[in-house]
Each structure stands twice: as structure tokens, then as C-alpha cells.
């Protein structure tokens, strides 16, 4: 195919080489999906459905691993078919798009906190001390980031969890130990003084 | 003014100058306003049209026309932009200028068309370019930009946190909780908190140890040892644990208490 | 960043051939061109820029007329480098969206040209040039799409807001500079005489 002789609408490709790489630059640039309908008017409806069956297929085969076209598989949708990066690159193209790091609300903060200094602690304690109820929500996260476990329960009616931080909490705050956190008489001292 | 559907000429002798291609039945007028920009643009094509061949225009002539061609517009009702009439002004301004006397004096001043030439050479380059600009291929249109699937999914990281934001939060704890506000909280405080949590740990794994086995008395120095014992007590006066001995001097055990 | 700060999930690429996979990968899926800094995060900034920049020469190369990827090119616009679509191939996937936004007014065409040419601009000398006022929808619609912006405010009174070009707007032109247009002398027609 000659690019000169671009203007004229009618014009078809002559052989199936073109009509796939028609087909690949339409699936390479589309922002959806493309029914075989939408693919069919590619080339003006004068292709019969079977033939471009049998293109989407050829054009499949091309992009494989170990081809030359390796990145990108064409696969079929409910919608129609489109090409997707293959599973392998996706982490790297994730480091494009990271998410902003999230911050822990104040209550989270305050929660860990209270863990933290009056451990082993139970949600009751936690509630005592804040004034307000702990969102669930805020244990399950700092649970399930192992920043917190269980390590009995107070024997008290209801038997409540006693919370109590982890090694992992010490090793991502880069602490050998709680006794290696500032301690907080400065603060204390300070407090008082405006107490009084 | 009314104005005969049927006249080829409007205005007479006035219209009569005006380029031939210029004429429009005046039922089209509107239409064919439509297909100016504004003032500059309508002058600028009586200028080109009369200057197909010939540089000069004469000002009297194009001011007569400009003024046929916005007498026209008014006649036809047209809502007459304020801009049309402000370049009527203008043209009227510089043609009596031109024909009053120059006193010899103030022989230097400038030539009042310069600046009229100025505004219609700059508008009729940015019109140029404007066309250029639009004839430019354009993504969406003569461009296509690849724009692939892919599964987003974003790194995510979880929110870091410092020992600054840490103790903050702990004071804001203890700010609001007046009854926490003289606790001093000391490193050995922290530690025997610390061991609390893991001597629970232990015995939640173990169910009941000795004493002893609770201290690692070969490779604990004596702080830390006495910190154990001290988390031993608390844990202990917090009734978290029970300490039994079946008969003095016999070992003492402990378990997680869990009396009901 | 240091690899240790994210242990498990920093995986690199073994090869050069990889490399450039990862890049195709990332350039065809992109929503917006890359620049170097981006493409550098794919590989968590332990890239040269100049390996980068060969690799992305040798990519160009891979998908040239008559190889087997040629469909697309790389071309290299304002923010970055992108794919795009083999001017041949583009009347055929036109036939897919043949209601295609339509082109702006000459009235937007010309406010645009003074942006473009005029750089940075008030409204009032918008309509100094043209000898009309502005209409507000050119310039929002021009805003919308991101072809200008605000870049500041002329010192004078009411401190209007003066408007220049923005990336998109090359990009969207093909274009990696403003200096890629043809300067405005090209415009500028033959001398205008007045003779009373």
C-alpha cells in the first residue's frame, strides 16, 4: 500500500498482509474494545466475517512469546477484542501510576499510639482513654499489616483481645525495641508546666 | 431604509463601486456577515479584492465602501456589532485627519493610516496562521496514538510512619486524656510493656511455664532481666495472669489467666 | 529509593531485550506520551539516561516500513515519546468513528493563533488583534481542552490573566516545540498601502 494514494475513501487493501496490519493498528489505538461489527467496518464492509475470523486469529498467532511481537496478546472480551499488555510487564507499568502514599487518619495514629504505650491493651482500654469508640476498621488494618496481634485476653466479663504490637512493627520503624523510643519526659515536664 | 428585494444596487452609486463579488442580495446578508470575523476581516477583503493587482488603496474609496457595506448591515436590521461601527469611527477619524491641513510644525506626526495598516497586516498573518494551525494533523483526527489495555494495578504502599508522628499522636492522647497528663512514660516503662506483650505471647503458646523458663538468664543482662520480672508483676496486679506454687520453696508456674 | 526498602517487589529485567519490552510494553499502553523521567521509573531509576536513550533508538528502529512491526511508529512530541498509528493506516480507522469531533472555528482557530503566536496573552489583546471581543466558550472550550492555560497576570489594572500554550496542545499537533511552527513572518502578506 502507497500512502500517496491515501485521499480517496474507497479505497481497499490488497492483500491480507495489509488488511493485519489494518486490523492491529485499529486494536493498537482503540480505547475500547472492538466488536468484530466495529471490525468490519475497517474495511467498508466488504469482508466476509469468516475471513476476519480467520485474521484475528493469524494476527494472534504474530503477537506470541519468543515472536517478534511479544508484548501485547490480543484477546477476546464480552465486548470484542483488544490488546493488553502481557501479565509479565504489569508491575513495571504499575511503577508509572504508583499510589500517592496513603496517610493513617489521626484516630488510626492515636489507636497504634495508645497500643504502643500501654500495651497489652484492650479495644475497652483504647475506647477508655481516646473518649470514643475504635473503628474496627482501624484494628483490622494495623492487624493485617502485622503491625499488631493478639496476645491473650483479660479476664474480665467478655474475656476482651489484648492487643499488643509485633516484631514487624519494631523492624518497619527500624526499632530494636520499644525502650529505644524517645522517652516522653520532655513532653510530660511541658505538660504539667502548663497545667499548673 | 427599506431596501427593494428586486435592486442589484442598493445604495446606488455608493454600492455601485463595490467589487463585483462583493455583492450580495440583501436577503443573504446575514449569512454572508456570518462569514466574517469582524470589522478587520470585512476590510481587509474589500482591501484584497480591490488590491488584486495594484498596491495602493485609496483611502476615500475604501471608507466609502466600508460605510456602503455597514449602512447595508444596518438597514437590513442586522444586530450591528459595536465593533463595525467602532472601525466606521476610526475610518471617518483618519480620512478627515487626512484632509484637514498639516500645520508645518507638526510635520512629523505620524501618518494616521500607519497604524489602521499595522492592526490589518497583523490580523491578516494571524489569520494565515490560523489556517495553517487548523490544516495541521491532529491527534484524534489524522493522528492515531496507541492506547492499549492493561490490568492497573497500582503499586500500593502502605502509609509510612514516623516515630515523630508516632509520639505525637500519643500526646495528642494524652492532651485530650487529662488523668494521662503527669504520666511520665519512661524508656523502662516502655520495655517492661514491651516484655508484657511477649511473656502473654509465650505463655498463650506454651499454656503454663515455670518461672524460670521466662528468663533467659545465660544471655539477659541484669536490666533485662529485671525488666521481665517487673512485666511478670504488672502483668500479674493487672490479673492478666496467675502465678501458682503448689507448696513453699516447690517451683512457681505460671499461666494466662483464664478463670471464669 | 534503595531496593531494600521494598524487598520483594523490585524485580529487575534481566537484558537489554527485556528492557525494550518492558518500554514497548509501557509506550503502547500509555494514556499520555512518556517522558525520560517516566520511562526511567519503569526500571526504578537504575537506567542511564543514555542506555535509555539508545534503547528507545533501537525501539524506533524496531518498528520501521517493511519490518515486522510497522504498524506504529515511535515519534518523539513535547511531553515525551509515544506510538502512534502509521499515517496509511489512519483513513481506515477513521471509518471507525466517522462522527468525529468537529474541527474548531475559524473564530477559535484565530484566538488560538494569537495564543500560539503571541505568547502570553490577555483577553484584550485578543481582541485588539482580531478587532472583536472574545467570545468566553472559545476560551473555555480551548481551557477544556487543555490546549491553554493560565501561566499568570499582566501588572495592570484588574490584573487580567494572561493565557499561554500548554504541552498538550504540541503534543496534540505533533509538535516537540513552538519553535516546530513556522514563524510568523511566514504569514505576513504583501505590504498594505492606503492612498487618500
Redesign the interface.
Known amino acids: 500500500m502507497d500512502a500517496s494514494d491515501q485521499p480517496s475513501e474507497k479505497q481497499q487493501p490488497e492483500n491480507t498482509q495489509v488488511m493485519k496490519h489494518i486490523l492491529e493498528a485499529a486494536l493498537l489505538t482503540a480505547a475500547e474494545p472492538l466488536s468484530l461489527d466495529d471490525m468490519l467496518k475497517l474495511f467498508d464492509g466488504r469482508m466476509e466475517p469468516a475471513t476476519l475470523r480467520m485474521l484475528l486469529d493469524e494476527l494472534k498467532q504474530e503477537w506470541q512469546p519468543q515472536a517478534a511481537k511479544t508484548t501485547m496478546e490480543l484477546v477476546q472480551v464480552a465486548s470484542g477484542w483488544r490488546f493488553q499488555a502481557r501479565a509479565e510487564y504489569v508491575p513495571y507499568l504499575a511503577r508509572l501510576n504508583p499510589e500517592r502514599p496513603q496517610r493513617y487518619s489521626r484516630a488510626a495514629m492515636e489507636t497504634l499510639a495508645i497500643i504502643v504505650y500501654r500495651q497489652p491493651v484492650t479495644r475497652g482500654d483504647i475506647e477508655q482513654i481516646r473518649g470514643v469508640a475504635v473503628n474496627p476498621n482501624i484494628m483490622r488494618a494495623l492487624q493485617e499489616r502485622n503491625w499488631i496481634d493478639i496476645v491473650g485476653q483479660r479476664d474480665v466479663p467478655g474475656r476482651p483481645a489484648l492487643y499488643a504490637t509485633t516484631k514487624t512493627f519494631l523492624d518497619d520503624l527500624n526499632l530494636k525495641s520499644l525502650g529505644d523510643l524517645p522517652p516522653m519526659e520532655t513532653f510530660t515536664q511541658q505538660d504539667i508546666q502548663l497545667e499548673l | 431604509m427599506i431596501v427593494p428585494a428586486s435592486s442589484a444596487r442598493i445604495h446606488g452609486e455608493t454600492l455601485a463601486e463595490l467589487p463585483q463579488d462583493l455583492y450580495i442580495p440583501p436577503d443573504a446578508l446575514e449569512v454572508y456577515l456570518e462569514a466574517f470575523?469582524?470589522?478587520?476581516?470585512l476590510l481587509l477583503y474589500l482591501?484584497r479584492r480591490n488590491?488584486l493587482n495594484i498596491?495602493?488603496?485609496?483611502?476615500?474609496e475604501?471608507t466609502q465602501q466600508y460605510m456602503a457595506y455597514v449602512e447595508n448591515m444596518r438597514a437590513q436590521k442586522l444586530e450591528l456589532?459595536a465593533?463595525y461601527l467602532l472601525?466606521s469611527a476610526m475610518l471617518i477619524e483618519i480620512k478627515s485627519r487626512?484632509?484637514l491641513p498639516k500645520p508645518a510644525d507638526i510635520e512629523q506626526e505620524e501618518d494616521p493610516?500607519a497604524e489602521?495598516?499595522r492592526?490589518?497586516?497583523?490580523?491578516?498573518?494571524?489569520?494565515?496562521?490560523?489556517?495553517?494551525?487548523?490544516e495541521?494533523?491532529?491527534?484524534?483526527?489524522?493522528?492515531?496514538?496507541?492506547?492499549?489495555?492493561?490490568?492497573?494495578?497500582?503499586?500500593?504502599?502502605?502509609?509510612?510512619?514516623?516515630?515523630e508522628?508516632?509520639?505525637?499522636?500519643?500526646?495528642?492522647?494524652?492532651?485530650?486524656?487529662s488523668h494521662?497528663?503527669?504520666?511520665?512514660?519512661?524508656?523502662?516503662e516502655?520495655?517492661v510493656?514491651?516484655h508484657?506483650?511477649q511473656i502473654?505471647?509465650t505463655?498463650?503458646q506454651h499454656g503454663m511455664l515455670e518461672f524460670s523458663a521466662l528468663f533467659d538468664v545465660a544471655n539477659d543482662g541484669l536490666s533485662k532481666l529485671v525488666v521481665c520480672f517487673l512485666a511478670i508483676l504488672e502483668l500479674a496486679r493487672?490479673?492478666?495472669l496467675l502465678m501458682t506454687q503448689q507448696a513453699a520453696c516447690s517451683p512457681i508456674y505460671l499461666q494466662?489467666?483464664?478463670?471464669e
Open positions: 470575523e469582524g470589522p478587520l476581516d482591501i488590491n498596491l495602493d488603496i485609496p483611502m476615500a475604501l456589532a465593533d472601525m487626512m484632509l493610516r489602521l495598516v492592526r490589518l497586516m497583523e490580523y491578516e498573518a494571524i489569520k494565515l496562521a490560523a489556517q495553517r494551525l487548523d495541521m494533523p491532529q491527534v484524534g483526527q489524522e493522528i492515531m496514538v496507541a492506547r492499549v489495555w492493561y490490568e492497573q494495578i497500582a503499586e500500593t504502599q502502605p502509609p509510612q510512619i514516623s516515630l508522628d508516632l509520639m505525637a499522636a500519643w500526646q495528642a492522647v494524652l492532651k485530650r486524656a494521662f497528663t503527669h504520666h511520665k512514660i519512661s524508656r523502662e516502655l520495655s510493656r514491651e508484657m506483650s502473654l505471647r505463655l498463650k493487672e490479673g492478666l494466662i489467666n483464664q478463670s
